[in-house]
């Protein structure tokens, strides 16, 4: 079955720049999107089709997507950014879509 | 536009159990939708999607042969039926629009709903 992997955690100061990947095998011919999950609350959409925002989510928000990494990357980060985010694609060879594992984003 | 979840509670292992989701504020038949389902303290597992005219439905190998998702579009409701529940399907189910009519490569999952939980014990 197709796996997305993602880092457990990742820590960043306010104000800097945080980056989360996500690791399929060519990921890069997928697309990817991108989950806020705060805790007690249910996931959000950040980004789609690799690099798309909806609206009412920050610029400081961007995505990118190539080979077989797809990145989160989150500018300018904000203590309100701290959650745990998750990458999710389709996979054609099973019909199914799939989660990454998730990565706990810290603001310290 | 929204989507909320309800049916959740408790059940015996091996027992049955009929999540409903209606949606609100858009055309439910023109969008597929899925079921996501996130164990406690764990991440996000997809469990089941269907096509906006319910015509086409896919299942995750681990519920596969056990779950059956459906629609009534009359009444802008999605279904989840459990059966043969064990431990492993404790969760809180999500229900979620997806972008257009087909299930595939192109979509993504907004809104979610707040979710409903289910509890697998004896």
């Known amino acids: 079955s197709y796996e997305l992997t993602q880092p457990p955690s990742v820590s960043v100061s306010p104000g800097q720049t945080a980056s989360v990947t996500c690791s399929g095998d060519?990921?890069?011919?997928?697309?990817a999107s991108w989950y806020r999950q705060k805790p007690g609350q249910s996931p959000v959409l950040v980004i789609y089709?690799?690099?798309k925002r909806p609206s009412g989510i920050p610029e400081r928000f961007s995505g990118s997507n190539s080979g077989n990494t797809a990145t989160l990357t989150i500018s300018g980060t904000q203590a309100t950014d701290e959650a745990d985010y998750y990458c999710?694609?389709?996979?054609?060879?099973?019909?199914?879509?799939?989660f990454g594992t998730g990565t706990k984003v810290t603001v310290l | 536009v929204q989507v909320l979840e309800s049916g959740g509670g408790l059940v015996q292992p091996g027992g049955s159990l009929r999540l409903s989701c209606a949606a609100s504020?858009?055309?439910?038949?023109?969008?597929?939708m899925s079921w996501v389902r996130q164990a406690p303290g764990k991440g996000l597992e997809w469990v089941s999607a269907?096509?906006?005219?319910?015509?086409?439905?896919y299942y995750a190998d681990s519920v596969k042969g056990r779950f059956t998702v459906s629609r009534d579009n009359s009444r802008n409701t999605l279904y989840l039926q459990m059966t043969s529940l064990r431990a492993e399907d404790t969760a809180v189910y999500y229900c979620?629009?997806?972008?257009?009519?087909?299930?595939?490569?192109?979509?993504?999952?907004?809104?979610w709903g707040q979710g409903t939980l289910v509890t697998v014990s004896s």
């Open positions: 979620v629009k997806e972008n257009i009519v087909a299930v595939g490569q192109i979509n993504w999952f907004d809104p």
């Open positions: 504020g858009f055309r439910s038949d023109i969008y597929a």
């Open positions: 269907i096509s906006g005219g319910g015509d086409n439905t």
């Open positions: 060519k990921l890069g011919d997928k697309f």
């Open positions: 089709q690799d690099r």
């Open positions: 999710q694609a389709w996979d054609s060879s099973t019909a199914s879509y799939v």
